[in-house]
């Protein structure tokens, strides 16, 4: 058997059949049924059940170690430094970097975006709203987080197009590479080669111009004499818009087509538009736009589920799967906009618990909201097409009409 088969193997389905991409969740409730954590072959853990997810996520005794795991997301710059964004490192590094950056990232800094998101959502709705056939996605749901975390970060507008073209290759490259074609995993290095250089030419610029926006707030960020060294900042500015801007896109994405297969939940929204917080913890419950939470490796030997798991074996943590676990949710299968929101996985747990979460909720509460009480929207005749990736999992077409209600 090839290496890539043998690599293919590690997971029970087909990560490119069609069947699966348009719906797998039946696929994920016969693998929990199975077993919630299943050893797929020597040496890999494929975790689907809620607390067995959240458990491996909160466990120290997982982590990425040496980094061998997640070795394609990591590089080597023009010092032979280690170039590792902070969520595929351990405490107490991760722990160190963590704490600088969600100083820089505060929450009000998220909350004072709101009024820019409702200008943003209003104006590309406005313009989408012709009656005609358009592609929600790229008339709103990936425009709108592409353009509110490039000005977050301080990025000047005529660059935005670089940052999609970039965006994309990364978004495709968070597969493991075996899913990868050749092309597709060089283009991934070529966009992160091409980003990092821009970014530290940008915080370069910023350390003698600081302006009011999230790179600035990075360079200058400083706690007990601690600050971000230059490879950080540039990683971590990386990992804000490569984990920001697809994930919050196809959050907004299948939310959308959710409501529009389920159109009782709609009218519930249209008629309850105070409710659009829970409206979008269920929306990202459903159907989860990270659906793979990363993977870890065991760091000592431990066990899931009460099964051992010896040190160095890997974990594949689905937590779309997890969060169609009938054990933590009522009716799992079901979208029920008005349920009382419970914590689901959709933005993971324990120590890497999203940073960005505050800023994807404002984001696509805003943009749903607008959507619901502006216009009515129906599916256009042509059909929807998903994106072809196993960790994102979003649409790349999705035909809609929109008209002013
Ligand atoms: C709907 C949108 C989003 C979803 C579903 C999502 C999901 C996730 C998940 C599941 C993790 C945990 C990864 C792990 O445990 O290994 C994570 C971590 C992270 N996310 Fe998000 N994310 C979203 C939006 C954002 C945004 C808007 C940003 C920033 C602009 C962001 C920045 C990050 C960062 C920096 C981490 C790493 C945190 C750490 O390792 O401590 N994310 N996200």
Same mark, same amino acid.
Request: glycine share 6%.
């Given at each position: 058997?090839?290496?890539?088969?043998?690599?293919?193997?590690?997971?029970?389905?087909?990560?490119?059949?069609?069947?699966?991409?348009?719906?797998?969740?039946?696929?994920?409730?016969?693998?929990?049924?199975?077993?919630?954590?299943?050893?797929?072959?020597?040496?890999?853990?494929?975790?689907?059940?809620?607390?067995?997810?959240?458990?491996?996520?909160?466990?120290?005794?997982?982590?990425?170690?040496?980094?061998?795991?997640?070795?394609?997301?990591?590089?080597?710059?023009?010092?032979?430094?280690?170039?590792?964004?902070?969520?595929?490192?351990?405490?107490?590094?991760?722990?160190?970097?963590?704490?600088?950056?969600?100083?820089?990232?505060?929450?009000?800094?998220? /909350?004072?975006?709101?009024?820019?998101?409702? /200008?943003?959502?209003?104006?590309?709705?406005?313009?989408?709203?012709?009656?005609?056939?358009?592609?929600?996605?790229?008339?709103?749901?990936?425009?709108?987080?592409?353009?509110?975390?490039?000005?977050?970060?301080?990025?000047?507008?005529?660059?935005?197009?670089?940052?999609?073209?970039?965006?994309?290759?990364?978004?495709?490259?968070?597969?493991?590479?075996?899913?990868?074609?050749?092309?597709?995993?060089?283009?991934?290095?070529?966009?992160?080669? /091409?980003?990092?250089?821009?970014?530290?030419?940008?915080?370069?610029?910023?350390?003698?111009?600081?302006?009011?926006?999230?790179?600035?707030?990075?360079?200058?960020?400083?706690?007990?004499?601690?600050?971000?060294?230059?490879?950080?900042?540039?990683?971590?500015?990386?990992?804000?818009?490569?984990?920001?801007?697809?994930?919050?896109?196809?959050?907004?994405?299948?939310?959308?087509?959710?409501?529009?297969?389920?159109?009782?939940?709609?009218?519930?929204?249209?008629?309850?538009?105070? /409710?659009?917080?829970?409206?979008?913890?269920?929306?990202?419950?459903?159907?989860?736009?990270?659906?793979?939470?990363?993977?870890?490796?065991?760091?000592?030997?431990?066990?899931?589920?009460?099964?051992?798991?010896?040190?160095?074996?890997?974990?594949?943590?689905?937590?779309?799967?997890?969060?169609?676990?009938?054990?933590?949710?009522?009716?799992?299968?079901?979208?029920?906009?008005?349920?009382?929101?419970?914590?689901?996985?959709?933005?993971?747990?324990?120590?890497?618990?999203?940073?960005?979460?505050?800023?994807?909720?404002?984001?696509?509460?805003?943009?749903?909201?607008?959507?619901?009480?502006?216009?009515?929207?129906?599916?256009?005749?042509?059909?929807?097409?998903?994106?072809?990736?196993?960790?994102?999992?979003?649409?790349?077409?999705?035909?809609?009409?929109?008209?002013?209600?």
């Amino acid at each position: 058997m090839s290496e890539t088969a043998e690599l293919a193997n590690l997971f029970p389905f087909d990560p490119s059949d069609p069947g699966f991409r348009a719906d797998p969740y039946p696929v994920f409730r016969s693998m929990r049924e199975q077993a919630p954590a299943l050893r797929t072959a020597p040496g890999m853990w494929v975790v689907t059940g809620f607390p067995e997810c959240s458990d491996v996520l909160r466990n120290r005794s997982f982590g990425h170690g040496d980094g061998s795991l997640v070795a394609s997301q990591i590089t080597t710059n023009a010092d032979g430094e280690e170039v590792r964004p902070f969520v595929f490192l351990d405490p107490p590094d991760h722990t160190r970097i963590r704490r600088l950056v969600t100083k820089a990232f505060s929450a009000s800094m998220i /909350e004072k975006l709101r009024s820019r998101a409702e /200008e943003l959502a209003s104006g590309l709705l406005a313009k989408a709203a012709t009656g005609e056939p358009v592609n929600l996605m790229t008339s709103l749901a990936l425009a709108m987080p592409s353009q509110l975390i490039s000005e977050l970060l301080g990025v000047p507008a005529e660059d935005k197009p670089l940052f999609e073209q970039w965006s994309a290759a990364l978004g495709r490259g968070l597969d493991p590479d075996f899913m990868l074609t050749p092309e597709e995993a060089e283009q991934r290095n070529r966009a992160r080669a /091409e980003f990092d250089e821009y970014f530290a030419e940008l915080a370069r610029r910023r350390q003698t111009e600081p302006a009011a926006d999230l790179v600035s707030a990075l360079v200058a960020v400083a706690e007990d004499g601690d600050r971000l060294s230059q490879t950080e900042l540039v990683s971590t500015c990386r990992l804000l818009l490569s984990a920001g801007y697809l994930s919050t896109a196809h959050l907004i994405g299948n939310g959308v087509a959710a409501l529009l297969r389920h159109p009782e939940q709609l009218e519930w929204f249209r008629a309850n538009p105070g /409710e659009a917080v829970g409206v979008v913890e269920e929306l990202l419950r459903f159907d989860s736009p990270v659906q793979v939470a990363g993977m870890r490796l065991a760091l000592e030997d431990t066990e899931i589920a009460g099964q051992p798991v010896a040190a160095g074996e890997a974990v594949t943590i689905m937590v779309g799967a997890a969060n169609h676990d009938p054990r933590a949710f009522e009716n799992a299968d079901t979208l029920d906009v008005s349920r009382k929101p419970e914590r689901n996985l959709g933005f993971g747990v324990g120590a890497h618990f999203c940073v960005g979460a505050p800023l994807a909720r404002l984001s696509t509460q805003v943009a749903l909201t607008e959507l619901v009480t502006r216009y009515r929207i129906e599916r256009a005749d042509a059909g929807a097409t998903r994106i072809d990736n196993l960790v994102l999992r979003g649409y790349a077409d999705l035909p809609v009409l929109l008209n002013a209600a």
